[in-house]
Structures are given as structure tokens and as C-alpha cells.
């Protein structure tokens, strides 16, 4: 039997979801066309909202309509320097500051270098604990000497919940902490919706990032919710949807698909939480059983309920991801493969973890259709393949 245990990388569709995104799409209208047809699909696009809006605590008018994450990110971060900055980096003689945690998905972490090399940015890199928590007091002391220096942070943002360890950071704190300095904050709740109860307006939170495909919707819909005083830039041109800030043709089936997906998640996360994490800890304890020299990341933190991030001494990532592959279970590395190469993860060096430990993680995140059966299935696995990743790294050295 195989498994599929890479939630965190794109989560099986749910069937309601792809009925709602069928039934959606097979409307005729452009919902920004003045005919009766545009304004059925426009209809689609507004219901949608309110509902998108209804579960995460936000008002409609918050919700701008994305690709993804990915592209939620970007305008968080680009379009938020964008629309205080322009192209230079000081405003009334003020330079600008950046600060994003160490352990941002790169769709953050990767614009806020972009800010620092090609528009001057002064860019703080926030450290996190060894148990992958945002480190409260440093970023404080930073915040304050870059008070003294008189900069003024254009933009912060500080994930939800980490991709690859699943730890649960702290935002409240943050945004409290944010607010003694007028900073705003954005938050990438990319994995966090899945699991999270999530109240935008209650959180103090400026701008939050989410993807469909990470909750049950199709890839190719996510959206930022963003205060509507939180100005926002555009970083491409067109028909001036979504507030602005968002050209092109709203997509009202993916649309459709992220409420209903949304509402699911929002409904059996109570269950849902306590399911995934006795399926976790028996995927840890029996992976500590077979391998007990192997680290688990920020098991002293508060995490997502079907995050699994271990490094296993001894052994490659890739090679023990693709005898897993082999046996039809389905895993990652730490981070997201780019273009087919398993790269060391960022979280385990953003920890402090060796080179050695990154080059050697493993991941499993468990989601909706997780079985007892395919957690079993990994274990009885497990064993057979770290035996082999471990004589074939052997067999290199
Ligand atoms: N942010 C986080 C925390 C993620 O895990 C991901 C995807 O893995 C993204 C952003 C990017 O989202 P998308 O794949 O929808 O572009």
C-alpha cells in the first residue's frame, strides 16, 4: 500500500471543491462584463467573497483574489514597499527598513532580498529559537536600535506557521510588539489555514497571505487579505480589478472552490487537529523507534497538527525520498525540490541545524485523507530504505 503524506505541498482536491470550480467555470460571463452572463459569473466572484471573507474574520472588501501564495506574498511584501517607497529608498530623509523572519517561504524571503538589492533596503533577517519560534526579544532589540537610527520598517512579515517544520509562531506577540513602533504586519497563514482558526480582523494583522491548493482548492487561486487604509501597489497593469491593486480577469471558479474549500476546513478542524496529530505522533514515535538517533524540528514548539520534520543521520535526503518514492509513499525533503533538485533545508540551518542535518531532512505532513494504514505503511517502509540510504552515502564516502 502506498501513502500519500506531502499535504504540505498540494493537498488532494476536495471533491466538493471541484465540483463548485466545474460548476463555476462552465458559466459564460467575464464578471467584469456589463451582460446578464457577466454578472452571473460576477455574482459567483462576490458570494465567494463574502463567504472567503465570512470565514477568515474579514470584511469583503479585504479579500483580493490571487494566483496563490506565492503571489500574495510578493504583493505583500513588493507592493507594500512599492506604495511607501517608489523606486528610492528613503522617504522624507527616513531610510526604509525590511524585516522578514529567517525562516519565510521564499516567496518572502526571496522579495524581501530583491528589496534589499535592487531598491536599498535595509533588510533585518529575524532570528527564530532553536525550536523555530520567532525570537521575540532580539527582534525587540532590533526594533529599537532601528528607532534610534531613525528607519522606519516599511514592511514586516512573519509567517504563520513554517512550511517545513509546521511551528506555530508567534503573532499576537508580534503584532502587539509591531504596534509600540507603528509597525504594520503581514502574516503568510499559507499553511496555517488549513489547520488554523484564523480571525483577520481580530489578529491586529495588516495583510495575510493564503493558497488554495494548501486547503483543498485547485492550484491557481490564493488570496491576500489586506486592510483596506494598508496601501498596497500594484506590481502588474491592466484592467484594475481587485481593488487596483490585482489586474486580470477575476477567477470566479477558483474563487468558487477556495470558499467552499475554506468553509470544509473550517468546519472539521477541531476533529480534524486532534486526528492528524495522534497520526503524527505515531509517525514520529515510530520513526524514532527505527532510527533513534533522528532529530525532530521544533518538537518542543506548538505545531501544525500534521507536520513531521526530521533529519536522519547517515542518509541523503533525495535518496531516501525516492526509494520511498519507489514503494509508492509520497514525502518531501524540507524544502520544496526546484526543478527537480532536493536542495538542503532552510529551516533546519535557520535552527541551527549543520549542514549535514539540512542535507538530511525529511519531511511528512499528514492532511484530510490520511490514514492509520498509510502512516503503517511509511513505517513498515521506513526501515528497508534508511538502510539503504545509509549504505549508499557510505558507499560515496
Ligand atoms: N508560503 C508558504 C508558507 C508555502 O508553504 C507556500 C507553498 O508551499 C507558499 C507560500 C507559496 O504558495 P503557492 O504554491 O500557492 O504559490
Not at 218 to 247: C, F, K, N, T, Y
Not at 250 to 255: D, E, H, I, L
Not at 264 to 270: L, P, Q
Not at 376 to 385: E, F, I, K, M, Q
Amino acid at each position: 500500500m502506498g501513502a500519500y503524506l506531502d499535504h504540505a505541498a498540494t493537498a488532494p482536491v476536495l471533491p466538493e471543491a471541484a465540483e463548485a470550480f466545474a460548476h463555476a467555470a462552465a458559466e459564460l460571463g467575464n464578471p467584469s462584463a456589463v451582460h446578464a452572463f457577466g454578472r452571473t459569473t460576477r455574482r459567483i466572484v462576490e458570494e465567494s467573497r463574502e463567504e472567503i471573507a465570512a470565514v477568515l474574520g474579514a470584511d469583503p472588501a479585504e479579500v483580493i483574489l490571487t494566483s496563490g501564495g506565492t503571489e500574495a506574498d510578493n504583493l505583500a511584501v513588493l507592493g507594500r514597499w512599492e506604495a511607501l517607497a517608489g523606486e528610492g529608498p528613503e522617504v522624507a530623509g527616513r531610510r526604509l527598513g525590511v524585516v522578514v523572519s529567517a525562516i519565510e517561504h521564499p516567496a518572502v524571503l526571496e522579495s524581501a532580498h530583491h528589496l534589499a538589492q535592487r531598491r536599498g533596503a535595509g533588510l533585518h533577517v529575524a532570528p527564530v529559537t532553536a525550536d523555530g519560534v520567532l525570537d521575540l526579544d532580539a527582534l525587540a532589540d532590533h526594533l529599537e536600535q532601528a528607532e534610534r537610527a531613525g528607519v522606519r520598517i516599511a514592511v514586516c512579515s512573519v509567517m504563520w506557521a513554517n512550511n517545513e517544520t509546521g511551528a506555530i509562531q508567534p503573532i499576537p506577540e508580534l503584532v502587539d510588539l509591531a504596534g509600540t513602533h507603528g509597525i504594520e504586519v503581514h502574516s503568510d497563514a499559507v499553511q496555517a489555514a488549513a489547520h488554523l482558526p484564523i480571525d483577520f480582523g481580530a489578529s491586529g494583522l495588516a495583510a495575510l497571505s493564503i493558497s488554495g491548493h494548501k486547503l483543498g482548492a485547485p492550484v491557481g487561486i490564493g488570496a491576500l487579505i489586506a486592510r483596506r487604509d494598508h496601501a498596497l501597489a500594484p506590481h502588474h497593469h491592466g484592467g484594475v480589478q481587485e481593488r487596483g491593486v490585482r489586474s486580470g480577469t477575476v477567477p470566479a471558479a477558483g474563487a468558487r472552490a477556495l470558499a467552499v474549500a475554506l468553509t470544509a476546513a473550517a468546519e472539521r478542524r477541531a476533529d480534524e487537529a486532534r486526528r492528524l496529530a495522534g497520526l503524527r505522533d505515531r509517525l514520529q514515535a515510530g520513526l524514532l523507534a527505527i532510527a533513534p538517533d533522528a532529530r525532530i524540528w521544533s518538537a518542543g514548539a506548538d505545531r501544525l497538527p500534521g507536520h513531521l520534520l526530521a533529519s536522519v543521520p547517515g542518509t541523503r535526503s533525495e535518496s531516501v525520498l525516492f526509494a520511498l518514492d519507489m514503494a509508492g509513499i509520497a514525502a518531501s525533503a524540507g524544502s520544496a525540490c526546484r526543478a527537480g533538485v532536493v536542495g538542503a533545508s532552510a529551516a533546519v540551518l535557520a535552527l541551527g541545524g549543520t549542514e549535514e542535518e539540512a542535507r538530511s531532512s525529511l519531511r511528512f505532513t499528514l492532511g484530510r485523507t490520511t490514514t492509520a494504514a498509510e502512516v503503517d505503511a511509511a513505517l513498515t517502509t521506513l526501515p528497508s530504505v534508511l538502510t539503504r540510504a545509509r549504505a549508499a552515502l557510505e558507499g560515496i564516502r
